[in-house]
């Protein structure tokens, strides 16, 4: 991909749907946290910022963040809104700033701090100068690549209720594959475990390698991870990785990504699924091909209850709750699985039906 060289660049279909999903979910996260955390106040990071807005009219990430710290239901708290911008390019931290005073972007709860660096050197001691450590921060990593150090995401996965948001381009997380670029991707890791990734067949590779991400991301203090793949009708791909410490969190990201169906010509994937099924997010109808499948291969393992299957929906799966109902209802009809009656809906069980013998 020909990285563009301009202070401003033409936003892609992913960029649109990504920046509608962090739109839904920060306008979640600012009321919550802000109405929690008046003592310690709380931190939204940009560490990839970029110039705020795009040449098609389409808002950058900082600017999408500002406007939810400032909306009503934000601002009537006394809690600080630290906001940290850090880009590496002092023409597109220029435009940015520009673009924050001239719309008026910030408010006197909001506590600016701006950097030109990389972020790789810069963002733990600008964290440190703007006395962020202690309270909830949520840090949006979009970098060109897959080149945050582990060390940063381990920091921020050692402070309190805090999250990060980590946009990989698939083709650059292929370099790993075949240990192109090994000094990158031990940093990116953390470890040398992931060069197992060498001696697996081909279509393994890539949910070998996202798979080990999600595992040190709940090393480093995410229990919850949630992850997606966006495919646009040019087969571009982005992926997105959601490390939190809550499943709200998880619960309000989910409900973020399955909001973009307004966007256009995306499809998604789960990058753990080795056979790379891609489905469209539309609320109303969605395919749960995907979902079937991951409901049969768990009940493969003995049965479980709705609740149990619910829970494994919204931890483990691209899914909502409220899609294994029909998902299961759909492998009922097709005599795939039998639930049990229960008194209350929660304590149905469901398993795998007995196969016809003639
Ligand atoms: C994908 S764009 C981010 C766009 C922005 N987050 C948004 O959604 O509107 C990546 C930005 O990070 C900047 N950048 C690249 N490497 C960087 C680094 N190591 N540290 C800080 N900024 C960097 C680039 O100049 C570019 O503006």
Request: net charge negative; hydrophobic share 40%.
């Amino acid at each position: 991909m020909a990285l563009p060289s301009e202070v401003l660049w033409n936003r892609d279909p992913h960029t649109e749907a990504k920046h509608a999903m962090l739109a839904e979910y920060l306008k979640a996260w600012f009321p919550i946290m802000a109405s929690s955390w008046a003592s310690t106040g709380i931190t939204y990071v940009d560490a990839f910022a970029g110039p705020g807005e795009y040449t098609d009219g389409g808002w950058g990430s900082p600017v999408i963040a500002l406007r939810a710290a400032t909306a009503p239901g934000v601002s009537g708290h006394e809690t600080e809104l630290r906001m940290v911008f850090i880009e590496e390019r002092a023409d597109r931290l220029d435009h940015l700033t520009g673009l924050i005073e001239r719309c008026q972007l910030s408010s006197h709860r909001t506590k600016l701090t701006t950097v030109n660096a990389r972020c790789q050197e810069s963002l733990l001691p600008v964290l440190e100068a703007a006395g962020a450590w202690g309270g909830p921060m949520f840090v949006n990593l979009d970098g060109w690549g897959v080149d945050t150090p582990y060390a940063i995401v381990e920091r921020v996965g050692k402070n309190r209720s805090s999250e990060v948001l980590v946009t990989v381009q698939t083709q650059w997380f292929t370099r790993f594959a075949s240990l192109d670029d090994v000094t990158a991707g031990d940093l990116v890791f953390g470890s040398t475990d992931w060069r197992a990734v060498a001696d697996l067949p081909t279509e393994s590779k890539k949910s070998f390698l996202v798979s080990h991400y999600l595992a040190r991301l709940a090393d480093a203090g995410f229990p919850h991870t949630l992850t997606f793949e966006m495919v646009d009708e040019g087969g571009h791909e982005l992926l997105l990785v959601f490390g939190t410490t809550s499943s709200l969190g998880v619960d309000k990201m989910k409900n973020a990504m399955w909001s973009v169906d307004k966007v256009n010509g995306q499809r998604f994937r789960d990058p753990r699924d080795v056979n790379q099924l891609s489905f469209e997010v539309v609320n109303n109808n969605p395919d749960l091909t995907l979902l079937r499948r991951q409901i049969m291969d768990l009940l493969d393992g003995g049965e479980r209850s709705l609740a149990a299957l619910k829970d494994h929906a919204l931890l483990q799966t691209v899914f909502k709750k409220t899609h294994v109902d029909p998902a299961v209802r759909q492998l009922a009809d097709e005599g795939r699985v039998e639930r049990t009656s229960a008194k209350s809906h929660e304590g149905v069980v469901v398993r795998l039906a007995p196969v016809a013998l003639f």
